[in-house]
């Protein structure tokens, strides 16, 4: 079936060590996203693709750091810089940025400590 | 930032009509107002758009005032899985804005369906 994998559901780390987040989609989407979400917020852009081996900053990107080196990953990694990392991290993509919809992952939550 | 204003709370009878709102009062020509939902713990799921003719899917129904100003989602016969967070978002489709298409969540409305 096409979609968006994101592994894994749940993850725990110590405070003070990168971790990076998976993302794969089979959909042939050109755009990627990664967003942040915290409890009973909405969700907030952290980086966006819109091809290989291209990706911009969102709104929160301090702390984060992205690669495309294929179109149907785009890996987030949480550094040690993220003061708050502990959330709800969700992926998406879309056939091309700027008109089509997102279809989005089921999402990773990530527990620092 | 995002520019629309929802409940944060509604509640509807299973069976009956849904009908969530949103008011986007500072909507440009260029923007559509989207519709997603996101059930506890899963990612967001698009349900509709439109730019200011009612627009019917599978889904709902959207139906947009005639000033643009605000819009109504309508969930035809809600069911307990329709329980989720409902979020309203104008967008500019066509990407020559500043945002560039990006969608901005707010806090949306949580719709609980009762039996």
């Known amino acids: 079936d096409g979609g968006i994998t994101q592994s894994p559901k749940y993850l725990f780390r110590k405070e003070g060590q990168n971790v990076t987040l998976s993302c794969e989609q089979n959909?042939?989407?050109?755009?990627m996203y990664w967003y942040r979400q915290d409890p009973g917020q909405g969700l907030r852009l952290i980086y966006y693709s819109q091809i290989v081996n291209d990706f911009q900053k969102g709104d929160i990107a301090e702390g984060y750091s992205v690669s495309r080196e294929k179109k149907e990953s785009f890996p987030l990694t949480v550094t040690s810089a993220q003061k708050n990392p502990t959330a709800f991290y969700l992926c998406?993509?879309?056939?091309?940025?700027?008109?089509?919809?997102?279809?989005f992952g089921p999402g990773t939550r990530l527990t620092v400590t | 930032d995002a520019k629309t204003t929802q409940p944060p709370s509604m509640d509807c009878a299973e069976g009956r009509a849904a009908n969530l709102p949103c008011n986007h009062s500072t909507i440009s020509g260029n923007e559509y107002v989207y519709w997603y939902r996101q059930i506890h713990s899963q990612g967001p799921q698009y349900i509709i758009h439109?730019?200011?003719n009612n627009e019917t899917n599978e889904m709902a129904s959207l139906i947009i005032t005639e000033d643009r100003k605000s819009s109504t989602l309508i969930l035809p016969h809600a069911t307990l899985r329709d329980t989720a967070v409902y979020y309203c978002?104008?967008?500019?489709?066509?990407?020559?804005?500043?945002?560039?298409?990006?969608?901005?969540f707010g806090r949306g409305t949580q719709l609980t369906v009762w039996p």
């Open positions: 439109g730019l200011k």
């Open positions: 978002i104008v967008r500019d489709r066509t990407g020559r804005g500043s945002t560039l298409g990006r969608l901005y």
């Open positions: 959909l042939n989407h050109d755009a």
């Open positions: 998406a993509s879309s056939l091309r940025d700027r008109g089509s919809e997102q279809y």
